[in-house]
């Protein structure tokens, strides 16, 4: 008994010890955290929705997986699915039109596009304070497109289409909301110019696409090239890579960190969009026609 006394005693010492290491450890990152927080503060950026704390954009997140994983399709399972057939039209409409706008949104600077690519911006990116107004107005825009765009799960439980909540899914529109935020609020580049031009000028195409197959069967007939979206995607992670890896062989005086993290993630849509077309329609076989339905044919 004394031995285990004894042992006992040892083991709430041990961890006595550690909590105080713990607790250090939890003041440093928050500490940390409150410091990077301080040194990338814009009153501007702050001063916009969700933009001056990350709880909001964190809460947001968190509902969405609850109620796309969860709730939505506990609450379903007892229910017929709904059509939403006005509501998918008005909603695939404003996607096309504000996807355009957004698309727009990088012609506000003169030139931009050779400023972007020629060796005297990559040397030296631009101190104007309009420029880089514009590009915060524009990142925050892309963030709330992002947020809107959620909507597109939502839509699939409610019409009971669980089958298309796959992981891409889920982690395509997850990331791109969470990490839009996290771009603008802490390291916004240049780079997200033509990263978030690309993706709004392919979801131009992507929703149009959705709009009219929106509309019924007897319009069907306009969308035979179903399977070409997803080479439209491949084609767009493409061109990013090889933008940020030009900015990486140029040693761009951007920040860095952030042209390392959208090489990151755009090499994994671009794994997960390959694996997804190559299950698709390299495998016609009725297995897989049945458990591989389009990512993106969100109104059939």
Known sequence: MSNINKHLHVSVKDYL????????????????????????????????????????????????LFFVLKLG???????????????????NAYQV?????????AFKIDNVFRFLFSSSFCKNPSENMEYKQALSTGAWWYFFSKVVELLDTVFFVLRK???????????????????????LKFLPGEQGIVIGFLNSFVHVI?????????????????LW??????????????IMLVYLIYLIAMDCK??????????????????????FYRKAYKKPTKVAANTTQSYYLKTE
């Open 254 to 275: 951007l920040p860095k960190a952030l042209t390392f993290f959208f090489v990151a993630n755009v090499t994994i849509f671009l794994f997960l969009f390959s694996d």
């Open 206 to 222: 992507m929703y149009a696409y959705y709009l009219i197959a929106a509309l019924g069967p007897k319009y069907q007939k306009y």
């Open 73 to 91: 399709p506990q609450i379903m399972s007892k229910r017929k699915p709904y059509e939403l057939k006005t509501v998918l039209i008005a909603y």
């Open 225 to 238: 090239w179903k399977k070409y979206m997803t080479w439209i995607q491949l084609t767009q992670f493409c």
């Open 17 to 64: 010890s550690t909590y105080p290491k713990m607790a250090n450890l939890m003041h440093m990152v928050v500490e940390n955290y409150n410091e990077v927080l301080e040194s990338k503060k814009d009153p501007l950026v702050d001063s916009w929705w969700t933009m001056q704390s990350p709880f909001p954009v964190m809460g947001i997140l968190a509902l969405y």
């Open 161 to 183: 289409k669980q089958n298309q909540v796959t992981f891409l899914h889920v982690y395509h529109h997850s990331c791109t909301m969470f990490f839009s935020w996290c771009y």
């Open 97 to 105: 039109i504000f996807s355009i706008w957004l698309c727009c949104q």
